[in-house]
C-alpha cells in the first residue's frame, strides 16, 4: 500500500475507535446527616446501536442517566443508587436503555 493509503486507514480506525469512547460517572456515597428523611428519584437516557457496530449516544448513557437523576434530585443529597440496564430490537439496531433509581437525602427541617 501506499503511504497515503496506510494514513487514511489509520485516519479510519482513529475515528471509528471513537465510538468506544465513554464518559466515567463517579457515584460515591455523600455523608448523610443524621435525622433525614428521603424521596425516591428517578434518572434515565438510551442510546442506539446501529448495525451491530456503530453507537449512536450509547456510550454516554451512564452519564446522561445520573445527570437526569441529579436533576430530578433538585439538589439533595444522592445515596442508594441502583441501576438497571435494558434492551430491545429495532429494525435496523438495538436499543439500549440505563434506568437509575436512587434517594434523595432531603435536610431535616429542624436545622439539626
Known amino acids: 500500500m501506499k503511504r497515503w493509503q496506510h494514513s487514511l486507514a ?8 471513537t465510538g468506544c469512547v ?9 455523608n448523610v446527616p443524621a435525622h433525614t428523611s428521603s424521596i425516591p428519584v428517578t434518572g434515565e437516557a438510551c ?3 446501529l448495525l451491530i457496530g456503530i453507537p449512536i449516544r450509547t456510550n454516554s448513557r451512564l452519564w446522561r442517566a445520573y445527570e ?3 436533576s430530578n434530585a433538585d439538589g439533595a443529597v444522592i445515596t442508594d443508587v441502583k441501576m438497571q440496564e435494558t434492551w430491545m430490537y429495532a429494525l435496523v439496531g438495538t436499543i439500549y ?3 437509575l433509581q ?5 435536610p431535616s427541617r429542624d436545622g439539626a
Open 22 to 30: 465513554g464518559r466515567t460517572v463517579e457515584m460515591g456515597p455523600a
Open 68 to 70: 437526569d437523576l441529579k
Open 47 to 49: 442510546g442506539f446501536q
Open 10 to 17: 489509520a485516519g479510519l480506525a482513529a475515528l471509528l475507535l
Open 97 to 99: 436503555c440505563t434506568r
Open 102 to 106: 436512587a434517594k434523595a437525602v432531603l
